[in-house]
């Protein structure tokens, strides 16, 4: 009896000590050593970071740069060219009587064009679309990364939730084993039942240590997202039923209440209204293609003045004005200007399906949405509810098996209920945050709730 109590004692310490050595060379798998550097996160610093370090932001915010200068580059032809020149040669030979002397000369041009058939016009409008466009497309970028840390945040905090349910199951166990080498030793258990609870202690550990893996694997993913080191050790504030609507507060909205909402939605999802400035970019589009076939009318002037001298004697000093109304009318250019415009024409159709489509597409993900975020919260009432019947089952059980009414096996059902029950809790509440944060996305509010300020002033338009 002691030899079987010596071992059920060693294989719990051998294994204990396994334990802390997997759970070290998981911290090091990224590196040679561990940093002791800990960052304290909320979600809005994750976001604030992504924000500030996201390729992809960089990158449209870079966009929108881009597109002021077309936009200036564009409106050029809405003002007049200015031009000054002048020159000088100190060695000009007379032809009369071979003196030499020098020349100068300088002079001032100005153009405009009055008429281009609506080109310049639509360049200008087409330029400040251009801006607009990125400016939106930028605010959708955000939208996205947001909705991007926001879940690998959440991915943390679930998986947290079930490295504790795996503790505590492993703690169990381990007691489990102590206290049935006890009965063992005293004659009121038999092998089967150490036997049992050994194999439900390694069961328990290798889950844990899977946890474990999990919860890092996805702390390096949010540090990978955020480009900081993954060497650091992020420890985030906050838990999964953080900021949850009661689910009597999403009861269905009438007819009224989801026009409204939908209207609001097209105001401020920004890829809705990059496709609109796209489409209305394209509908000048062709007033410049069919600007081919137009007249222009132009304007120039200038002043100029010329000097020349040789030896003491001035040969030649003029000034003059001079301005200009120059007029050109296309009467035929091989059907060029009739192909682009039906080019521009084609475009511009195109674009407005675009929009057409994607209202529907917003109108049915808004639905999606909300039905998502209300069925979500339905499953986390229920896991509520089920981890609490799952501790007042595990809690019965162990008095039954302790009065000799429920067996063993009763015992490690009750318990691994319990411990299954507590992880898909965990996995309701995860969907339950990002459904929430979906619905957010979808309505174009993400940025202004996911950092709880108002980080956006767009409001209905």
Not at 41 to 65: G, H
Not at 291 to 301: A, D, E, F, R, Y
Not at 418 to 427: G, I, V
């Amino acid at each position: 009896m002691k030899k079987i109590l010596l071992s059920a004692a060693c294989a719990v310490l051998i294994s204990a000590v396994q334990l802390c050595a997997e759970q070290e060379n998981l911290a090091q798998a990224f590196g040679e050593t561990v940093s002791t550097d800990v960052i304290t996160l909320s979600m809005a610093d994750a976001i604030n970071i992504a924000l500030s370090q996201n390729i992809s932001i960089q990158s449209a915010s870079e966009d929108v740069v881009r597109a002021i200068g077309d936009s200036k580059a564009n409106s050029s032809g809405l003002y007049p060219t200015i031009e000054l020149s002048g020159s000088a040669n100190p060695k000009i030979e007379n032809t009369f009587n071979g003196d030499t002397g020098d020349e100068r000369n300088a002079g001032i041009t100005a153009s405009y064009t009055l008429y281009s058939g609506g080109k310049n016009s639509a360049l200008n409008e087409q330029g400040k679309l251009g801006v607009k466009n990125a400016e939106e497309t930028l605010f959708d970028t955000k939208e996205t990364v947001i909705l991007s840390v926001w879940k690998a945040y959440c991915t943390v905090l679930y998986r947290k939730e079930v490295l504790m349910a795996a503790t505590g199951a492993l703690d169990y166990y381990t007691k489990a084993v102590q206290e049935q080498t006890r009965r063992l030793e005293l004659g009121a258990s038999t092998n089967l039942d150490l036997s049992r609870m050994k194999q439900q202690f390694e069961s328990a550990r290798a889950n844990h240590i899977a946890a474990v893996n999990d919860l890092d694997s996805s702390r390096v993913a949010l540090c990978l997202l955020l480009r900081i080191s993954p060497k650091i050790q992020l420890e985030l504030t906050g838990n999964l039923s953080d900021g949850l609507p009661g689910k009597d507060t999403l009861a269905k909205a009438t007819k009224d209440e989801f026009e409204v909402t939908y209207k609001n939605a097209l105001a401020r999802r920004g890829d809705y209204q990059a496709l609109i400035t796209q489409r209305e970019s394209d509908k000048k589009e062709i007033t410049i293609a069919a600007s081919g076939m137009k007249p222009s009318v132009s304007v120039s002037g200038g002043y100029a003045w010329n000097y020349e001298k040789y030896t003491d004697i001035d040969l030649d000093s003029t000034d003059e004005w001079n301005a200009k109304l120059s007029i050109s009318v296309p009467l035929f250019d091989g059907g060029k200007t009739e192909g682009e415009t039906a080019s521009a024409k084609s475009t511009y159709k195109q674009s407005d399906l675009s929009v057409q489509n994607k209202e529907d597409e917003i109108k049915v993900s808004l639905i999606d949405a909300h039905l998502t975020l209300v069925n979500a919260l339905g499953m986390a009432d229920a896991g509520r509810a089920e981890v609490e019947y799952g501790r007042q089952s595990l809690k019965y059980a162990e008095v039954g098996y302790r009065e000799g009414v429920n067996t063993q096996l009763d015992l490690i059902q009750a318990r691994t209920d319990l411990t299954n029950a507590q992880k898909n809790y965990a996995e309701y509440l995860y969907e339950c945050r990002v459904a929430q944060a979906s619905l957010w996305r979808e309505e174009g509010i993400l940025t202004q709730k996911a950092v709880f300020s108002e980080t956006s002033d767009r409001g209905v338009k």
